[in-house]
């Protein structure tokens, strides 16, 4: 490719909407731009890595048996209707009527596409097993996108679906898909983590998501470097004390301007693991079958030295969606803001109680009356509720080894669900075992976000002066800088490294050698070789290699094709004996 006839540019200084580093050399290297808020082109540059992105994946997806199918974005709203998540997502999908007045959603995830597609292709165990994969845009109405294609609005996606006879034939197909992942991260230079995660939307019971560990990631990542323990805070577990006493009678005393914890305990002269606070929340509750939406009041008791995880309460309470209670909503439940206990609350509450609260006893809480706290406080005895763990782990707690736990912000590049039967009993895929008898198909999903993938790398291989990608993902692998007249010369050397099989960006354009280093240093192309009037003299190219420019080289150029070659096999196997993701056991 000729520098002089490149669709894009590269930006001296990126827009100030670039809110990370990879993002910023992203804009600036011409890779891509923006074109709506989370909406973005890939130009010439981010649509060739792109595409060894998609080809790495592909390449693993075909060697654990995928079959690669093309599944519409438009979809027929009936079939999520089938599986009732037209109902329960919310504003994300995209919903809207065709000319016939049909409903119709842009898809956001491709399972219940590939239940219908099963349905009908499958009949009988013979069948079985069976994996597809598509490589597909997908449309998800985020309201936060943010730092690029790290959080965008249309993206695209590699997912795939399995379908088994068994549980046994799940589990294999999840396992290959485990190990496949870190195959795929690590051909392309990408470390990543494996954490336990919660399956949310998709339903099923195990899950595992890919972490790219980065402070500018929105997950949080808690660790045990001693047991190896990894999940996603969501769903993160850990060892809590509990403080078990002979019960005491309840105590109603005057807790004036004592709105939080902090300002009970100094009042009170105790501890916060002494104390229950409440945290009032509102969950939606849609209807599967009708779609009708309903709001109640969530009420959570949790012990003062912890905090609610709002993902563990939400699918512990069974809600689509939660948010913070309004003051008179919290009212008109018998309770108070800034003083409320589950104490004599409305029944139709719902609440929600940790086990920390449950396993410790004579706790300060609530009174329900303004001013006022009840001491010695105990479940069971005073009210009750649904026990369940709806703490959040965080740095420095104790794992469940006795270690300490760590955190770390992270990035979610992949994910693997186990659905189970979760799509095809809701509709309807069903295969005739060999007793002759129909059993639903037992399925698994699978996916990684391929433009977030970019993005990470990106993030992991940048400096100040620019990208400098990983060979197996970089737009080209040499970069040809011309400073010479000899237009013969600098011709040839390209058509002789392109006639090789070797890819080449050739800056042939009429620029000064600073425009034309700084451009190659934004790029980041792997290899650099400049024709310079000195070495060329001497029979010689100058070489760099991007990830360390410091170190300039001379090569003949007699044999500048071959030492290019040799260098583009030495650096992938680096890459290769490089980065390792470590495949955990499962």
């Given at each position: 490719?000729?520098?002089?006839?490149?669709?894009?540019?590269?930006?001296?200084?990126?827009?100030?909407?670039?809110?990370?580093?990879?993002?910023?050399m992203l804009l600036r290297a011409g890779f891509i731009r923006q074109m709506g808020a989370g909406i973005?082109?890939?130009?010439?540059?981010?649509?060739?890595?792109?595409?060894?992105?998609?080809?790495?994946?592909?390449?693993?997806?075909?060697?654990?048996?995928?079959?690669?199918?093309?599944?519409?974005?438009?979809?027929?709203?009936?079939?999520?209707?089938?599986?009732?998540?037209?109902?329960?997502?919310?504003?994300?999908?995209?919903?809207?009527?065709?000319?016939?007045?049909?409903?119709?959603?842009?898809?956001?995830?491709?399972?219940?596409?590939?239940?219908?597609?099963?349905?009908?292709?499958?009949?009988?165990?013979?069948?079985?097993?069976?994996?597809v994969y598509q490589i597909q845009t997908k449309w998800r109405d985020d309201a936060r996108p943010r730092?690029?294609?790290?959080?965008?609005?249309?993206?695209?996606?590699?997912?795939?679906?399995?379908?088994?006879?068994?549980?046994?034939?799940?589990?294999?197909?999840?396992?290959?898909?485990?190990?496949?992942?870190?195959?795929?991260?690590?051909?392309?230079?990408?470390?990543?983590?494996?954490?336990?995660?919660?399956?949310?939307?998709?339903?099923?019971?195990?899950?595992?998501?890919?972490?790219?560990?980065?402070?500018?990631?929105?997950?949080?990542?808690?660790?045990?470097?001693?047991?190896?323990?990894?999940?996603?805070?969501?769903?993160a577990v850990f060892q809590k004390k509990y403080f078990k006493e002979e019960e005491k009678p309840i105590?109603?005393?005057?807790?004036?301007?004592?709105?939080?914890?902090?300002?009970?305990?100094?009042?009170?002269?105790?501890?916060?693991?002494?104390?229950?606070?409440?945290?009032?929340?509102?969950?939606?509750?849609?209807?599967?079958?009708?779609?009708?939406?309903?709001?109640?009041?969530?009420?959570?008791?949790?012990?003062?030295?912890?905090?609610?995880?709002?993902?563990?309460?939400?699918?512990?309470?069974?809600?689509?969606?939660?948010?913070?209670?309004?003051?008179?909503?919290?009212?008109?439940?018998?309770?108070?803001?800034?003083?409320?206990?589950?104490?004599?609350?409305?029944?139709?509450?719902?609440?929600?109680?940790?086990?920390?609260?449950?396993?410790?006893?004579?706790?300060?809480?609530?009174?329900?009356?303004?001013?006022?706290?009840?001491?010695?406080?105990?479940?069971?005895?005073?009210?009750?509720?649904?026990?369940?763990?709806?703490?959040?782990?965080?740095?420095?707690?104790?794992?469940?080894?006795?270690?300490?736990?760590?955190?770390?912000?992270?990035?979610?590049?992949?994910?693997?669900?186990?659905?189970?039967?979760?799509?095809?009993?809701?509709?309807?895929?069903?295969?005739?075992?060999?007793?002759?008898?129909?059993?639903?198909?037992?399925?698994?999903?699978?996916?990684?976000?391929?433009?977030?993938?970019?993005?990470?790398?990106?993030?992991?291989?940048?400096?100040?002066?620019?990208?400098?990608?990983?060979?197996?993902?970089?737009?080209?692998?040499?970069?040809?800088?011309?400073?010479?007249?000899?237009?013969?010369?600098?011709?040839?050397?390209?058509?002789?490294?392109?006639?090789?099989?070797?890819?080449?960006?050739?800056?042939?354009?009429?620029?000064?050698?600073?425009?034309?280093?700084?451009?190659?240093?934004?790029?980041?192309?792997?290899?650099?070789?400049?024709?310079?009037?000195?070495?060329?003299?001497?029979?010689?190219?100058?070489?760099?290699?991007?990830?360390?420019?410091?170190?300039?080289?001379?090569?003949?150029?007699?044999?500048?094709?071959?030492?290019?070659?040799?260098?583009?096999?030495?650096?992938?196997?680096?890459?290769?004996?490089?980065?390792?993701?470590?495949?955990?056991?499962?």
């Amino acid at each position: 490719m000729r520098m002089s006839k490149m669709f894009s540019k590269t930006l001296r200084e990126a827009p100030s909407a670039a809110d990370s580093k990879g993002y910023e050399m992203l804009l600036r290297a011409g890779f891509i731009r923006q074109m709506g808020a989370g909406i973005f082109t890939l130009l010439p540059l981010g649509y060739r890595t792109n595409s060894k992105i998609e080809n790495i994946i592909r390449e693993e997806m075909d060697q654990i048996g995928g079959q690669e199918i093309l599944m519409p974005v438009v979809n027929p709203a009936d079939i999520w209707k089938e599986t009732g998540r037209y109902y329960s997502i919310d504003k994300e999908m995209s919903r809207f009527n065709d000319r016939a007045n049909r409903d119709m959603v842009l898809a956001m995830t491709h399972e219940e596409d590939a239940t219908a597609i099963a349905r009908n292709e499958i009949g009988s165990y013979k069948k079985l097993p069976q994996l597809v994969y598509q490589i597909q845009t997908k449309w998800r109405d985020d309201a936060r996108p943010r730092a690029g294609l790290i959080r965008v609005r249309e993206f695209t996606m590699k997912d795939s679906y399995s379908f088994d006879r068994t549980v046994e034939g799940l589990n294999e197909q999840y396992k290959n898909h485990y190990a496949s992942y870190f195959r795929i991260f690590s051909k392309a230079g990408l470390p990543v983590i494996v954490v336990g995660a919660d399956s949310g939307m998709m339903g099923g019971k195990v899950s595992h998501e890919y972490m790219y560990l980065s402070p500018i990631g929105e997950d949080t990542i808690i660790t045990c470097d001693k047991c190896g323990y990894t999940s996603n805070r969501q769903v993160a577990v850990f060892q809590k004390k509990y403080f078990k006493e002979e019960e005491k009678p309840i105590e109603k005393i005057k807790t004036p301007d004592c709105k939080t914890i902090e300002e009970l305990c100094t009042f009170l002269n105790v501890e916060k693991r002494q104390t229950a606070k409440a945290v009032f929340m509102v969950g939606t509750f849609i209807d599967d079958k009708t779609g009708e939406e309903e709001e109640k009041l969530i009420t959570a008791i949790i012990r003062g030295d912890l905090d609610v995880e709002e993902n563990k309460l939400q699918k512990v309470a069974k809600a689509n969606s939660l948010r913070p209670a309004h003051e008179e909503e919290i009212l008109a439940a018998n309770m108070v803001p800034g003083y409320g206990s589950a104490i004599n609350c409305d029944p139709k509450t719902i609440v929600i109680v940790d086990d920390s609260v449950k396993k410790s006893n004579n706790l300060v809480a609530g009174a329900n009356e303004k001013g006022y706290h009840l001491l010695n406080t105990n479940f069971g005895r005073d009210y009750t509720g649904k026990v369940a763990d709806i703490a959040s782990a965080k740095d420095g707690y104790t794992c469940q080894c006795g270690h300490t736990l760590k955190e770390n912000r992270g990035i979610e590049v992949g994910n693997i669900f186990q659905l189970g039967t979760r799509y095809s009993e809701a509709m309807n895929c069903y295969f005739t075992d060999e007793d002759g008898k129909n059993k639903p198909v037992i399925m698994g999903s699978y996916g990684i976000g391929v433009g977030r993938f970019l993005a990470c790398l990106a993030e992991e291989y940048t400096d100040e002066k620019g990208l400098s990608l990983p060979i197996s993902v970089a737009p080209y692998q040499v970069h040809l800088i011309n400073l010479i007249k000899d237009k013969a010369l600098s011709e040839k050397i390209y058509e002789d490294l392109s006639n090789a099989g070797v890819e080449v960006l050739f800056d042939d354009r009429k620029e000064s050698p600073g425009v034309k280093f700084t451009d190659a240093d934004l790029i980041g192309i792997p290899i650099r070789i400049t024709l310079g009037n000195r070495s060329v003299k001497e029979g010689k190219a100058e070489v760099k290699f991007r990830k360390n420019l410091d170190n300039n080289q001379l090569f003949d150029l007699d044999t500048l094709t071959s030492k290019i070659l040799e260098s583009i096999k030495t650096l992938k196997q680096e890459l290769e004996q490089g980065i390792v993701n470590k495949e955990l056991e499962i």
